[in-house]
């Protein structure tokens, strides 16, 4: 199984809504992360998680909240949100952080659009 | 910092011919990984080829290879015998070592092949 999954795939929410993005993988990777990805822009990083622990946090504002339950398990939390959010939300994992730990798997993403 | 760039926003190829896309670096490491990343209009950012920096052969995989010049920081990939499913954003990223998985991503490059 070499698979991310995010779910929703699609995700409409208004500004006073409260949403969650879900992420799963099962190949035990360590390392978990979540990009934003505006359209035919490349993707930005957002938050990086290591062993269940938030390693770096790209300044991104505190109505982003990301969570990381377990291992196979990333959560991102959203609160009044602003329409320049609207993107697509790719989460990501790789064997580890760092070293030689090759390449990150991504999910298909959420396309979410915040009126 | 590191910096990509990838300097053709899009290119043409007629089905079955071969073309490739540039991408250059900036970096003062010796040891780092390159990638190719592939991403069709169904969202999820595929990886195509990865290339470790401390390796002088060039990576290959089916119809795709790269030409990694180290000593001019670039990382091109050429496409041989293009299909209609090669359609897409490719994306060429750069991960250093020390900071770990980190990914560092070119604007792009739209691809269209044309039947």
């Known amino acids: 199984d070499t698979e991310v999954t995010q779910t929703p795939k699609h995700l409409v929410m208004g500004m006073t809504n409260k949403k969650s993005l879900k992420c799963e993988q099962h190949?035990?990777?360590?390392?978990m992360y979540w990009y934003k990805q505006k359209a035919k822009k490349p993707p930005e990083l957002m938050f990086v998680y290591s062993y269940e622990k938030l390693s770096i946090n790209e300044s991104v504002p505190s109505r982003f909240s990301p969570e990381c339950p377990n291992s196979s398990l990333l959560n991102l939390h959203l609160h009044a949100l602003q329409p320049e959010d609207s993107a697509l939300y790719l989460c990501?994992?790789?064997?580890?952080?760092?070293?030689?730990?090759?390449?990150?798997?991504f999910g298909q993403g959420t396309r979410l659009t915040v009126v | 910092a590191q910096t990509v760039t990838q300097s053709q926003p899009e290119m043409s190829v007629q089905e079955a011919e071969t073309v490739t896309l540039s991408c250059t670096y900036d970096?003062?490491?010796?040891?780092?990984?390159l990638f190719w990343y592939k991403q069709p209009p169904s969202r999820q950012m595929i990886l195509v080829i990865r290339q470790e920096a401390y390796k002088q052969q060039n990576a290959t995989e089916n119809r795709f290879s790269v030409n990694f010049q180290k000593a001019a920081k670039s990382f091109s990939l050429k496409i041989s015998d293009s299909q209609l499913g090669d359609a897409a954003m490719y994306f060429c990223a750069y991960r250093d070592m020390e900071y770990g998985n980190k990914l560092v991503f070119g604007a792009g490059t739209i691809l269209r092949v044309k039947s």
């Open positions: 970096t003062s490491e010796s040891d780092y990984y």
């Open positions: 190949m035990g990777h360590r390392a």
């Open positions: 990501a994992s790789s064997q580890a952080w760092s070293g030689r730990s090759a390449e990150a798997f």
